[in-house]
């Protein structure tokens, strides 16, 4: 499935969306990489396996087999320390001095500029909800040199493509 198919299998009253997520698949303040690898990320993090499907056929070829599986493991490796971490932060106490003790190698070493990684993992944690995560890896991108601009239309991306998986999810729950 292609993007253009994806979006044609918005209903009409999710027009917003389909015309949000043309508009964002040539967002200019990111980087070919950055957006390729936002969509790819954030399509895993929301779950619908139409999603995953067509926005990988979409934007995988854009990027390196390098960058695909870097992409791929910031929505593995946030889809674990969300769940931690917003934990950590809405329970309080002591466990925020506690380690985590969990692997998280891939964040050290991802494959590719360490910016566009932090961008994507941002991306995930606002499909997932974590402040605490979102306010780490936002820090990290600006401190990459990326700007706010750019946080920005990487979020937007995440919250269009997890609300079409959403409606989607709906539509095929209502179909069923």
Known sequence: MSLE????????????LKLN????S??????????????VASALASRNAEVSKALVAEFGPKLSAEALTAAKAA???MGMNNVYYRFVHLVGGDYGNMPARLRMNIIGKPGV?????????LAVSAVNGCGMCMESHEKVVLHGGLSKEA????VRIAAV????????DGEDALAA
């Open 75 to 77: 929505a593995a490796i």
């Open 21 to 24: 997520l043309g508009s964002l």
């Open 161 to 168: 493509v997890h609300a079409v998986a959403a409606v989607l």
């Open 5 to 16: 198919a994806l979006r044609n299998r918005l209903p009409d009253y999710a027009r917003d």
């Open 151 to 154: 946080v920005q239309a990487a």
């Open 113 to 121: 500029e360490k910016a566009d990684f932090e961008l994507w993992s």
């Open 26 to 39: 040539t967002e200019p303040v990111l980087t070919e990489q950055q957006l390729a690898g936002t969509f």
